[in-house]
T-cell receptor, first 111, second 113 residues
Framework: TQLLEQSPQFLSIQEGENLTVYCNSSSVFSSLQWYRQEPGEGPVLLVTVVTGGEVKKLKRLTFQFGDARKDSSLHITAAQPGDTGLYLCAGAEDSNYQLIWGAGTKLIIKP | EPEVTQTPSHQVTQMGQEVILRCVPISNHLYFYWYRQILGQKVEFLVSFYNNEISEKSEIFDDQFSVERPDGSNFTLKIRSTKLEDSAMYFC???????????FGEGSRLTVL
């Protein structure tokens, strides 16, 4: 069974600090997506990474796809209270209709 | 901007009752999904639907669950006889290609008493 392990499960930090969230698997994905979910809403796509070693930046968020396409990380610089939410990674396989989801990292940024 | 819409936003039902959750996916999307999320837990895949048939389903999607696309725009999830453990947020999603960005609705919260 494909598994995506996300860590940490929960993170509470002060505004202005940096943080990194990890998404790891023993299997290879053709692409990996990062979503953010706010309470009472559906997940919203932040970015898709496709190429091994790829780095994508979205303002203060930096996403990296591992060279072997088995892992990914999300780094947030100078976190803001507006970054609070549940961050989910989801991996896509060529042979499978369904995305494989991580359990999520619940992030709280305290002012 | 096109969006996935879901109704109802919240439904409360008695155990054993049938429930139908409705979704209108984005009009040019071809793949449709139902996910559920029990409060505080991970997003769980239930079923995917393509070309008017189920393409994949998870172990959660047992005989009590069914999906339909009755009229070319709506995509429904029916739970025949609800159980307490069916209480969750149910998300509908759609995309153009199966491995592409998923667009989620705002969810239907189901509470089974």
């Amino acid at each position: 069974t494909q598994l995506l392990e996300q860590s940490p499960q929960f993170l509470s930090i002060q505004e202005g600090e940096n943080l990194t969230v990890y998404c790891n698997s023993s299997s290879v994905f053709s692409s990996l997506q990062w979503y953010r979910q706010e309470p009472g809403e559906g997940p919203v796509l932040l970015v898709t990474v496709v190429t091994g070693g790829e780095v994508k930046k979205l303002k203060r968020l930096t996403f990296q796809f591992g060279d072997a396409r088995k892992d990914s990380s999300l780094h947030i610089t100078a976190a803001q209270p507006g970054d609070t939410g549940l961050y989910l990674c989801a991996g896509a396989e060529d042979s499978n209709y369904q995305l494989i989801w991580g359990a999520g990292t619940k992030l709280i940024i305290k002012p | 901007e096109p969006e996935v819409t879901q109704t109802p936003s919240h439904q409360v039902t008695q155990m054993g009752q049938e429930v139908i959750l409705r979704c209108v996916p984005i009009s040019n999307h071809l793949y449709f999904y139902w996910y559920r999320q029990i409060l505080g837990q991970k997003v769980e895949f239930l079923v995917s639907f393509y070309n008017n048939e189920i393409s994949e389903k998870s172990e959660i999607f047992d005989d009590q669950f069914s999906v339909e696309r009755p009229d070319g725009s709506n995509f429904t999830l029916k739970i025949r006889s609800t159980k307490l453990e069916d209480s969750a947020m149910y998300f509908c999603a759609s995309n153009i290609v199966s491995s592409g960005e998923l667009f989620f609705g705002e969810g239907s919260r189901l509470t089974v008493l």
